[in-house]
């Protein structure tokens, strides 16, 4: 296993923590990842959830929020890894989300939830507010699914701001959270065709690159849990892997007890697909919160303004609400969250021993 250079940043273990919000990756979790030498990931989707004057200052809390945890898991990382932010391109704070990172001084940005098509132009213009050095700024990563979604994004960047990504991470049908892919496709996409499209987009990242004499490495995600997932994603071409789900089970985790107790409980059977309000179909853990929903749904009380196209008054439920409920252990009205190979989670343990165990 190589070292992951990105950008001029290096990261000695090619694992990415993948940010999971809300609340469940924040700088606990992110700090001990990068203090392994893997890169730590916060995720910024309404980061300030248990801030204490969050309600109806949601977005206030969150920016002062993405400070806080980047600063802080830089501290618990003691100068090892590396720590980015994920923040979904479907909020509708996403610009001020991306210009605190840069702020902050996150060593990577990674956008997912739709393809973030201004991004370096959204990084440039911050850079040039908060006076950041080029070493300063941070590399910047696209979530896609598809080779097409993969040359769309770095057509649209060099056509409109002459640079590429700086790292491509490829998230599969077996991810958790939101999911780049139709009802459809989840049930007929068989593994072995999806390691074709991973090494579709492998091939095409090196293809991108080299016209501009650059180098773009691609991060294999969803469903890798041992050892060998990660040596089966390497043999595909990727440079580097993102697990998450694995990472929820285990000591530095920010989610609470009952949440990531979730995960040791839950088997195959205990998953289910929903449809999110952001548009996209998600994988969750059945509980009494998705049958209620299924039964009718529950009326939104307050809308936390948090996604760009969420319409209160058609959407099923509140997904603020139910991942803050998740996070914060009130399972029965949260929704969890999972990828697909939770059910060989079978005890909480530390970072360190999944770092050791994943990397090789
Ligand atoms: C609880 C949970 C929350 C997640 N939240 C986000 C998120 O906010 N943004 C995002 O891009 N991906 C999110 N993801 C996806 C992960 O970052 C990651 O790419 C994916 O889950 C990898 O698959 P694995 O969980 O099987 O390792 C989430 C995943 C989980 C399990």
Redesign the pocket.
Known sequence: MKELKIRNRVASIPIIQ?????G??RSSLAGAVAKEGGIG?I?S?QIGYDEPDFEGNEQACNLRAIDQHIARAKELAQGAGLVGV?I?TALKHYKEHVREAVKAKADLI????GLPAELPGIVREAAREFDCRDGELPALAP?VSSEKAARVICKLWEKKYDCQPDLI?V??P?????LGFSREQLETLTPQAYDEEIRRIVACARELGERRGAHIPVVA?????DRADVEHAFSLGAEGV?????F?ATDECDASEAFKQAYVWADEEDLTIIKSPVGMPG?AIRNRFIEQMEAGGGRIERCYRCLEHCDPKRAPYCITKALVNAVKGDLDHGL??????VGRIREITSVHKIMRELAF
């Open positions: 993948g940010g999971m919000g809300v469940v990756s990931v995720s989707a994920n979904m990674i956008c997912g939830a979530i991470i998230e599969g077996k991810a958790g959270g939101h995600a969803g469903g890798i849990f993102q697990v998450a789900s694995r929820v994988r969890i969250f999972v990828g697909a190979n």
